[in-house]
């Protein structure tokens, strides 16, 4: 079982920036994905950014396309979002998910329990 945690949340002001760190306990299988996904209250879960392993091929969420940048060190199991120029609609909890397979974009197997932001 992969235990995800995560760091890095914070609160800030509009156009500031955060980096969002997320280490996992043990690698995964060669082929996984990880994602960013953040949840606001009232709100639905959503997937922000994924990487997957296999060839580094990345994935965001069109309103966050220029502004974060999802990234990987695989030697030491973590994953990170560099998150710029940040708006009051990025508050929400953030949540490190991860996932064995190549489709990105289906069910993800580990989560962690989240590192909060708030924009204002």
């Known amino acids: 079982h992969v235990q995800l945690v995560e760091s890095g949340g914070d609160s800030v002001q509009p156009g500031g920036s955060l980096r969002l760190s997320c280490v996992a306990s043990?690698?995964?299988?060669?082929?996984?994905?990880m994602g960013w996904f953040r949840q606001a209250p009232g709100n639905e879960r959503e997937r922000v950014a994924s990487i997957r392993s296999v060839d580094g091929e990345t994935y965001y969420i069109n309103s966050e396309k220029g502004r974060f940048t999802i990234s990987r060190d695989s030697v030491n199991n973590t994953l990170f979002l560099q998150m710029n120029s940040l708006k009051a609609d990025d508050t929400a909890m953030y949540y490190c998910?991860?996932?064995?397979?190549?489709?990105?974009?289906?069910?993800?197997?580990?989560w962690g329990q989240g590192t909060q932001v708030t924009v204002s």
């Open positions: 043990k690698a995964l299988y060669s082929s996984y994905c």
């Open positions: 998910a991860a996932r064995d397979g190549v489709v990105c974009a289906r069910q993800y197997d580990y």
